[in-house]
C-alpha cells in the first residue's frame, strides 16, 4: 500500500511539474 501511494504521488508531483514547465516555455 505504501509503495503504490508513493507511486501515485511521484505520479501527481511528475504530472505538475510538467504542466508548470509546459506553461513557461
Not at 9 to 23: D, K, N
Amino acid at each position: 500500500i505504501m509503495a503504490g501511494r508513493t507511486n501515485a504521488q511521484i505520479a501527481e508531483a511528475l504530472a505538475t511539474l510538467a504542466g508548470i514547465v509546459a506553461r513557461d516555455h
